[in-house]
């Protein structure tokens, strides 16, 4: 029982390590397109 | 509430969930007993991600289905979006059902797979139709034309998943219908352990639905700024 209470806590962790990589990206995104913004502002 | 405050929640949450589901799962629900040998049977814990898993590709199949028909009446592109992003997250539930069926069949028919079994075969088409789709969706042609066809595919796609889920009624199968809602079938801690775990699988795909939309569309954004600069 021992080995499928792992392998639960494996897949468990690795959706959740897969939303905290979204959310990384998505923050990254967001910090780009916010330079971009005021780079275009400056130009302009 | 900003998004980054509903994020951190949402996250914190899920997280929490997850112990909580362990704790459910391997402490408060017992182990059953095998019928075939009157063995204390610890593998019938795979139930409770199978059927999850199980449950969530067929949900995210029918957003797929229902955004699929929004877009064919008025073209949006979110509608679009959605059914691309939430068929991907469907093939990754429809995996995990695949691949957590067997290790519980083992135990229990002492085989992987069995050809025979309709339920086993129908979910293996149906992921084979969603691998289709997104195949469909990232082969070369002109964008609008390409988004109608997966539409249509998606629409039709999706008549497989009430076959997989009404097969084990239909024909005579070895795999077991879904006893949850029927006297007698589950016991009740077992019950909650389960409707807990379906509950979490279920926040995981909204959450990553609007994770990867988001992606997507912030992406959109930064190419779109990067061609005026």
């Given at each position: 029982?021992?080995?499928?209470?792992?392998?639960?806590?494996?897949?468990?962790?690795?959706?959740?390590?897969?939303?905290?990589?979204?959310?990384?990206?998505?923050?990254?995104?967001?910090?780009?397109?916010?330079?971009?913004?005021?780079a275009?502002?400056?130009?302009? | 509430m900003?998004?980054?405050?509903?994020?951190?929640?949402?996250?914190?949450?899920?997280l929490?969930?997850?112990?909580?589901?362990?704790?459910?799962?391997?402490?408060?629900?017992?182990?059953?007993?095998?019928?075939?040998?009157?063995?204390?049977?610890y593998?019938?814990?795979i139930?409770?991600?199978?059927?999850?898993?199980?449950?969530?590709?067929?949900?995210?199949?029918?957003?797929?289905?229902?955004?699929?028909?929004?877009?064919?009446?008025?073209?949006?592109?979110?509608?679009?979006?959605?059914?691309?992003?939430?068929?991907?997250?469907?093939?990754?539930f429809?995996?995990?059902t695949?691949i957590?069926?067997?290790?519980?069949a083992?135990?229990?028919?002492?085989?992987?797979?069995d050809?025979?079994?309709?339920?086993?075969?129908?979910?293996?088409?149906?992921?084979?139709?969603?691998?289709?789709?997104?195949?469909?969706?990232?082969?070369?042609?002109?964008?609008?034309?390409?988004?109608?066809?997966?539409?249509?595919?998606?629409?039709?796609?999706?008549?497989?998943?009430?076959i997989?889920?009404?097969?084990?009624?239909w024909?005579?199968?070895?795999?077991?219908?879904?006893?949850?809602?029927?006297?007698?079938?589950?016991?009740p801690?077992?019950?909650?352990?389960f409707?807990?775990?379906?509950?979490?699988?279920?926040?995981?795909?909204?959450v990553?639905?609007?994770?990867?939309?988001?992606?997507?569309?912030l992406?959109?954004?930064?190419?779109?700024?990067?061609?005026?600069?």
């Amino acid at each position: 029982m021992q080995t499928l209470m792992i392998a639960y806590a494996v897949v468990w962790a690795i959706i959740f390590g897969y939303l905290v990589v979204q959310y990384m990206r998505i923050s990254r995104l967001e910090n780009e397109i916010e330079n971009l913004k005021k780079a275009i502002e400056r130009k302009s | 509430m900003n998004k980054k405050a509903l994020d951190i929640i949402l996250y914190g949450l899920l997280l929490i969930g997850m112990f909580v589901s362990l704790y459910l799962i391997f402490q408060y629900a017992p182990p059953a007993i095998n019928p075939t040998n009157n063995q204390t049977w610890y593998e019938q814990k795979i139930f409770y991600v199978h059927v999850s898993s199980a449950w969530t590709g067929f949900l995210a199949f029918f957003v797929v289905a229902v955004a699929s028909i929004i877009f064919l009446r008025n073209e949006s592109r979110i509608a679009d979006l959605v059914a691309q992003t939430s068929a991907e997250i469907g093939i990754v539930f429809t995996t995990l059902t695949l691949i957590s069926g067997p290790l519980w069949a083992k135990s229990f028919w002492g085989r992987y797979w069995d050809w025979s079994e309709p339920r086993l075969v129908t979910a293996l088409i149906l992921w084979f139709l969603y691998i289709g789709y997104l195949i469909l969706r990232s082969s070369v042609g002109e964008d609008f034309r390409r988004a109608r066809f997966a539409a249509v595919f998606g629409i039709i796609a999706f008549l497989d998943v009430p076959i997989v889920f009404l097969s084990v009624r239909w024909y005579r199968a070895s795999h077991p219908p879904l006893l949850v809602f029927e006297p007698g079938g589950l016991d009740p801690s077992m019950k909650v352990a389960f409707f807990f775990t379906l509950f979490i699988f279920t926040v995981f795909y909204v959450v990553l639905l609007r994770n990867a939309l988001r992606i997507k569309l912030l992406q959109d954004e930064l190419n779109r700024l990067k061609e005026v600069i």
